[in-house]
């Protein structure tokens, strides 16, 4: 029997979470990182584990399930970065330092309140990230995880690894439900971020994944449409395909074998 795709894991969490009624707002449910009763308690007991503890420099989505994470962050003095939607600027990331925000750490951590609030920075700005929270719909205790369908938690880890601000031991850390953990496999592709802690209202899970983490930016995989409407994108391949160019012209210079310059959309 052919596992499931991702499409059919995220309806199937959606309408079971909606039938055993522990979804919140925001609503529908589907089409979202869905947030669920316990929240709060799952928040608190990622806030106990020494990766959390340890970490000063956070990066953080944007759903309202991590809301009681990041505003623990704030309150704790650490640093959070959260995207801008859908990476729309080239200034694509928000930086959110409490001891900048004085007493609006409750705003800042809402998504309205980070847009106002928060620093636009590029990915090379981000300096190291010890921790990144990741929204998922559901994940599995091998790490594997299904986000809402967007890919841009993907992208995100992406460009901050070429920003080298996160690498291969950075850890990835969700808060969900405990319906949202699978016995399931999911499908994986290389450009899918896994997950090594699994936290939910009543346990965490160390998956000690053997997923690994993407390298960079998968051009080849990119729509053009994608490219265009990221100007963060868009800019970094136009320097890729720069940088490769100089090259080729170095290594004809020296008498070298030239490097193809890369065509549109790949790396």
């Known amino acids: 029997m052919s596992r499931p795709d991702k499409q059919t894991l995220r309806k199937r969490i959606w309408k079971l979470l909606e039938r055993r009624h ?9 089409g979202r990182i869905p947030n669920f009763q ?24 944007p759903d309202a399930p ?18 801008v939607p859908r990476l729309a600027d080239e200034r694509c990331f928000l930086r959110l330092d409490p001891a900048r925000l004085g007493r609006r750490l409750t705003q800042a951590a809402t998504i309205k309140g980070a847009a106002r609030l928060g620093e636009p920075v590029t990915p ?27 890919g841009y938690s993907d992208l995100e880890f992406a460009l901050a690894r070429e920003a ?16 949202q953990v699978l016995n399931d496999d999911i499908p994986m592709t290389p450009h899918d ?17 053997a997923f690994a983490k993407p390298k960079g930016i998968r051009w080849k995989e990119l729509p053009v449409d994608r ?13 890729v395909s720069r ?25």
């Open 22 to 30: 522990v979804t919140r707002f925001p609503f529908p449910v589907a």
């Open 193 to 209: 971020v896994p997950v090594d802690l699994v936290v939910t209202p009543e346990r965490v899970i160390r998956t000690r994944t």
């Open 164 to 179: 080298r601000a996160v690498n291969a031991r950075t850890t990835v850390l969700t808060t969900v439900h405990a319906l």
């Open 243 to 267: 940088h490769r160019q100089a090259s080729a012209r170095s290594a004809n210079h020296r008498g070298e074998a030239p490097v193809r310059p890369a065509p549109r959309g790949a790396h």
């Open 38 to 61: 316990g929240a709060e308690q799952a928040a608190a007991r990622a806030a106990a584990l020494p990766e959390w503890q340890r970490a000063r420099r956070l990066k953080c989505n």
């Open 124 to 150: 090379e700005e981000l300096g190291s990230i010890d921790l990144i929270v990741a929204g998922s719909v559901a994940v599995n205790a091998r790490g594997a995880r299904v986000g809402k369908g967007g």
């Open 66 to 83: 991590q809301r009681a994470l990041r505003l623990r962050a704030l309150r704790e003095g650490k640093i959070v970065f959260m995207a």
């Open 227 to 239: 490219l265009e409407a990221m100007p963060v994108l868009r800019n970094r391949q136009r320097r």
